[in-house]
């Protein structure tokens, strides 16, 4: 298995709170890794650091052998023209038309005419089954159209790696398995590497082919998707059970949480 | 209760009040420092991204800075020219009270001339500006951070501040001191209006006392200023945007916050500088 991206040791802070507390993992190449974990346990924040948004307090990440803690604004750039990444909430520039905002990172890292790029960005809308909507404005779309369209602008580039922050979050099912099949259409056809954050157990078990698990800051298991089914770890299990957190406060403790003591 | 615990529990408290004290600054100076850190940093890539990077290659978005400079700075020309006109109405008015005792009334004409160009066309241009312009840049760039928007521009290796703050730089650079002769022109025309109706000076003579007070350096100190006023604005909208982390109501919070900063550093630079030119010219 050869590795796209290798975390090492990885601590991050907002402010004083630690949020992760030491973060090994690596992702493989070409095939789609699930972050998972409980709401809160800092799987935005990680998927932050890997796209370079945000600087670790400690730790390495190295994406395909060099490691971007440590790179300039313009070494980041070159890095970042090979990565797209997709939104929780898309993300696309409210100010532009849909054709604008898939052509703007073409525009921005590329040389080309006009005319190519509005064939491009064609093309890539209509790879994400938006086709004929170059002219509408974000805020004329459903949220289901608006992720495929941030989609569309993640893919632009024809990036090596795409990141997804839970992609399927607050759309109805069928959308939501639509694009399932579209990161499992980016993997068999374009070999593309995908990292997806989600807390959607289903989609958990249709597309990845790899899964990191995160809990209080730390990886808890990471491996293939029979191992996570076949583990016995508590936690897991109540994650995969859909099971409610056990009640861990005795009556008297939580007299003194809700008094304020 | 028991009261066992009271005196040894009163003992710590008592030890920890100066300790709040010191923590409560520390936080106070550390978040300072921060916010310091912050404008530096906004400041310096601003200047960056405006006047270097253009030279390597890097070429300025110079449609998004005409559209900028449309928003900015030809949609005031209304509102300006009215708040002028009335101004130099007003300076006229107040000037003849006390120069009528004198029979110097001619001498409106210098003193409305001298203080718009000097001072009042500057100012207020700077004062609307802030109001329309500088609150719109911190929540067009506020509503984005909150939305991802910024995030997203950077993952595509898009510099934010080039994308966003470089052309309203420009704009208004370049509009506030345009801004500021229209506000000149139509203020001094206020003046010669009320003079020439109810103080009864004849044209011409106000036009010539006019000409003859006013020198160029009194327009030019006069537009220096605007330029300033321009770029702070400009900043001051900026850093306010980039500080909002959370959702709409911080959105809201950093647009007054911008208006009030931008006014209050215009100010300040509009003392400095005066006092620069008092001195220097
Ligand atoms: N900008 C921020 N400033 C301070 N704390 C933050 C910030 N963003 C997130 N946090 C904190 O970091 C922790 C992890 O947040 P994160 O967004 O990574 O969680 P998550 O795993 O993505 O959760 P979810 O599944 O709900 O999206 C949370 O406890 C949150 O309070
Ligand atoms: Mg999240």
């Not at chain 1, 948004?53 to 971007?68: A, E, F, H, V």
């Not at chain 1, 006009?114 to 949220?143: A, H, Y």
Request: proline share 4%.
């Amino acid at each position: 298995m050869e590795t796209a991206i290798e975390i090492a040791g990885l601590q991050t802070h907002y402010g004083s709170r630690e949020i992760l507390k030491n973060v090994c993992a690596s992702i493989p190449r070409g095939k789609t890794t699930v972050i998972l974990g409980g709401s809160g346990c800092g799987k935005s924040t990680l998927l932050k650091h890997l796209i370079g948004l945000l600087k670790p307090t400690k730790g390495q990440i190295l994406i395909n052998g060099s490691d971007i803690t440590r790179m300039d604004e313009d070494e980041m750039n070159e890095v970042r023209k090979k990565m797209g990444v997709l939104f929780q909430g898309a993300a696309l520039l409210n100010s532009l038309t849909l054709g604008d905002n898939v052509a703007l990172p073409i525009r921005e890292h590329t040389r080309l005419n006009e005319s190519t790029i509005k064939i491009m960005v064609r093309m890539k809308l209509d790879q994400v089954g938006l086709s004929g909507f170059e002219n509408f404005f974000p805020s004329q779309l459903s949220g289901g159209m608006k992720k495929r369209a941030g989609l569309a602008r993640a893919l632009a580039l024809d990036p090596e790696m795409i990141f997804f922050d839970e992609p399927s979050a607050g759309l109805d099912p069928v959308t939501a398995a639509g694009l399932d099949e579209l990161i499992l259409k980016l993997r068999n056809v374009f070999r593309m590497t995908s990292i997806v954050v989600t807390h959607e157990i289903e989609s958990v078990f249709k597309i990845s082919d790899y899964v990191i698990m995160l809990d209080a800051g730390n990886v808890l298991y990471q491996g293939d998707l029979a191992g996570l089914k076949a583990s016995d770890h508590p936690r897991i299990r109540m994650f995969l059970e859909r099971q409610p957190e056990q009640e861990t406060y005795s009556p008297d403790d939580y007299f003194k949480i809700i008094a304020g003591d | 209760m028991p009261s066992g615990p009271k005196p040894a529990a009163s003992a710590p408290a008592s030890a920890s009040w100066p300790e709040a004290v010191l923590g409560a600054l520390g936080r106070r100076v550390l978040s300072l420092r921060g916010d310091i850190h912050d404008a530096a940093k906004i400041i310096n890539d601003t200047v960056h991204w405006t006047f270097i990077s253009p030279f390597k290659g890097r070429p300025i978005r110079f449609r998004a800075s005409i559209s900028e400079m449309v928003k900015a700075g030809y949609n005031s020309v209304p509102i300006i020219s009215v708040i002028s006109l009335f101004v130099g109405i007003i300076l006229a008015l107040q000037a003849a009270y006390q120069l009528k005792r004198m029979g110097a009334l001619i001498y409106v004409a210098n003193l409305v001339g001298v203080s718009l160009t000097r001072e009042l066309g500057p100012i207020m241009t700077a004062i609307i500006v802030s109001g329309r312009s500088g609150s719109a840049f911190a929540a067009e760039i506020g509503s984005m951070k909150a939305a991802e928007e910024v995030d997203a521009l950077t993952t595509m290796g898009v510099n934010p501040v080039r994308y966003l703050v470089v052309p309203k730089l420009l704009a208004l650079m370049i509009m506030v001191p345009a801004l500021t002769i229209i506000s000149d022109l139509v203020g001094i025309f206020g003046g010669f209006l009320l003079a020439v109706t109810a103080l009864e000076i004849h044209p011409y003579n106000y036009f010539q006392q006019t000409v003859n007070a006013l020198l160029i350096k009194d327009v030019f100190t006069g537009l220096l200023k605007a330029w300033a006023f321009g770029i702070v604005i400009t900043l001051v909208g900026a850093y306010q945007g980039f500080k909002v982390t959370g959702g709409a109501e911080e959105v809201g919070r950093r647009t007054t916050a911008s208006v009030v900063t931008s006014i209050f550093l215009v100010v300040i630079v509009d003392l400095f500088f005066t006092g620069l030119f008092y001195y220097f010219t």
